[in-house]
C-alpha cells in the first residue's frame, strides 16, 4: 500500500513539471484536454487523486506513455513502441522513449534531397551513423559527403545541415540530446 501511495503522491509534482516543461499554461492544458483549470491545478498541487479518467487526456496531450506519466514501476518489458512520424519530408523513427530531456535516438529516413541553403544552429550536440545511402553534411564551411557506414558527431552551435546526396534515400541512425531534438524534430522550416 506504501508503494501505490508514493506512485499516486509523485503525480502531482511530475505532471507539473511536464507542463513547464512543454512550456504550456494551465489554462491551455484545460484548453487541450477538456479537464477544468481547478482540476488540473489539484492534480499538480496532489490535492485531487488522479483517476485513469484524468490521466488519459494528460498522457495524450504530452505525448508521453501513460506509466511515464505516473512514474509506474517498471513490467519488464524493455520494448520500444516504434510509432514513426513525417517531418519536413523526413520519416523519423523513435528508438528511445520519448520523455523530454535527456539523450534522444532516432532512425531517419530523407526521400529526396532538399534545399540546405540556409544552415542552423542551436545548443545541443549530435551523432549521426548513416545506414543506407548518402548523406550530405554542411558542417560551417565544410562540405562532406557520408557513405553508409560512416558516421559524423558535431557540437550543434556550429552551423549544420544535412540532407540525402541522391540518387535515392538516405536512411540515418541519429543521437541527440533535448535541443537537438527540438530543432530537427519540431522546428517549423523558416518562411521563404
Request: hydrophobic content about 40%; overall charge neutral.
Amino acid at each position: 500500500m506504501e508503494e501505490l501511495s508514493a506512485v499516486l503522491g509523485s503525480v502531482g509534482p511530475r505532471l507539473r513539471a511536464l507542463r513547464v516543461e512543454h512550456g504550456v499554461t494551465l489554462s491551455e492544458l484545460s484548453t487541450t484536454t477538456g479537464i477544468s483549470l481547478s482540476t488540473l491545478s489539484r492534480l499538480e498541487s496532489g490535492q485531487r487523486k488522479p483517476t485513469l479518467e484524468l490521466l488519459l487526456p494528460l498522457a495524450q496531450a504530452y505525448r508521453v506513455p501513460l506509466d511515464e506519466l505516473v512514474g509506474a514501476p517498471e513490467t519488464g518489458d524493455p520494448r520500444i513502441h516504434l510509432r514513426p512520424f513525417n517531418r519536413y519530408g523526413r520519416t523519423f523513427v523513435p528508438l528511445t522513449r520519448q520523455m523530454g530531456g535527456g539523450l534522444q535516438a532516432y532512425k531517419m529516413i530523407i526521400l529526396r534531397e532538399e534545399d540546405m541553403s540556409e544552415q542552423r544552429a542551436h545548443e545541443g550536440y549530435e551523432w549521426l551513423y548513416v545506414l543506407a545511402g548518402r548523406v550530405r553534411l554542411l558542417l560551417g564551411e565544410r562540405d562532406l559527403e557520408l557513405a553508409a557506414g560512416e558516421a559524423a558527431e558535431f557540437d550543434t552551435r556550429l552551423p549544420h545541415a544535412f540532407t540525402t546526396a541522391g540518387p535515392g534515400p538516405a536512411e540515418l541512425l541519429c543521437l541527440f540530446g533535448a535541443q537537438g531534438e527540438r530543432m530537427h524534430v519540431r522546428a517549423r522550416p523558416a518562411a521563404r
